[in-house]
């Protein structure tokens, strides 16, 4: 089985990959290795992966449609797990056209590649952020989710749209997964967990945005593997049932799906914040914000169509997740 996974050296790219090559997988990774955080760490991360005889990395960007398109014909992969992404949704407010360039030209490519070789199953990237303004929580997969706060939230969106169309004009049996803000081992740097624990370590503020009053469902990344993995083995099939007089959003006539990977345990900010001083034996300097353009106030995962469908849903506790992120930040940065 061989199975390209985009965004190889990115933060789930990079385990993914470790698992499907654990396993005994072929696995091509595809990266541009761009500049939005430090290439550097993605050299890293990649380095985790030299050891693997069963993988390459080709330094591809998946707007380059030609590129693309050779790839696909060269290597005929049986799976793809789309990962690539022009991700943050603040910076989507500084810099759009990374978002339609990477986001929107991007997918097409990895759809278009799919279509034109009889790509066994497809498994991409979507996000939480597409539930947008939504209030109603758990945020489940039949909730409409028209209304996006941020143009990185709409990308994904739209991105959920035009895979469900190949799905149906081409029979390529899809899944969208819909993450719920990862950490761990080799996070991002513009995220949380990396951002606290820095400016903590050094002793400098951190920015606490809407005063603390926000809620996240934190995902540690082992967990938000396993998802992944156990769902590309498992591609979509049509339902028989789906009924278009009452549409079902997390339903289709087409071989297509959409699940949430998340802890289905929202935390509070300050909580979060909490466990990391606990955890670095450190307090914080908070500085209080406003709530941030293009920000939600609440995420939280319903997994029971995950659960139902793969026979898996996150057990990592918080506490445990973030010693464990806290344990490799230290040995990564050489922080005694």
């Known amino acids: 089985m061989k199975t390209l996974v985009t965004g190889a050296a990115g933060f ?18 595809v990266d541009n290795l761009n500049d939005y955080y430090s290439p550097a760490l993605k050299q890293d991360r990649l380095a985790q992966l030299s050891g693997f005889s069963a993988f390459r990395n080709e330094v591809l960007d998946i707007a380059d449609s030609g590129a693309m398109t050779r790839l696909f014909v060269q290597e005929k992969f049986d799976r793809v797990i789309h990962l690539a992404a022009q991700a943050g949704v603040r910076y989507s407010l500084k810099n759009p056209l990374a978002y339609a360039q990477s986001n929107l030209l991007g997918f097409t490519n990895i759809l278009e590649g799919c279509r034109q070789t009889g790509v066994k199953h497809l498994v991409f990237a979507s996000s939480s952020s597409v539930y947008g303004a939504n209030i109603k929580t758990p945020f489940d997969e039949s909730d409409n989710v028209d209304h996006p706060v941020s143009l990185y939230a709409a990308t994904k969106k739209a991105n959920e749209l035009m895979a469900h ?13 819909r993450f719920f803000t990862v950490y761990g081992p080799w996070g991002r740097p513009d995220m949380a967990a990396w951002l606290f624990t820095e400016a903590i370590l050094a002793g400098k503020p951190i920015k606490v945005f809407n005063h603390g009053d926000l809620q996240r469902d934190f995902t540690y990344i082992d967990d938000i593997v396993e998802g992944v993995v156990r769902v590309w083995d498992n591609p979509p099939q049509p339902n028989p049932q789906f009924d278009r007089m009452n549409p079902d959003p997390a339903s289709s006539f087409a071989p297509f799906r959409v ?7 929202p935390v509070r900010l300050e909580d979060f ?12 300097i908070r500085e209080s914000l406003p709530m941030q353009p293009g920000d939600v106030h609440t995420t939280y995962a319903n997994i029971d169509r995950l659960e139902a469908a793969v026979g898996f849903k996150p057990l990592t506790t918080l506490e445990s997740g973030i010693e464990r992120f806290a344990a490799w930040y230290k040995q990564y940065h050489a922080v005694n």
């Open 165 to 177: 169309s190949y799905a149906q004009l081409y029979g390529i049996p899809t899944t969208g997964l």
């Open 12 to 29: 789930i790219g990079m385990h993914v990959c470790q698992a499907l090559l654990a396993n005994g997988e072929e696995v091509v990774g």
């Open 259 to 265: 699940f949430n990977i998340g802890n289905h345990r």
């Open 273 to 284: 914040i909490a466990c990391l001083e606990r955890v670095l034996g450190k307090s914080a």
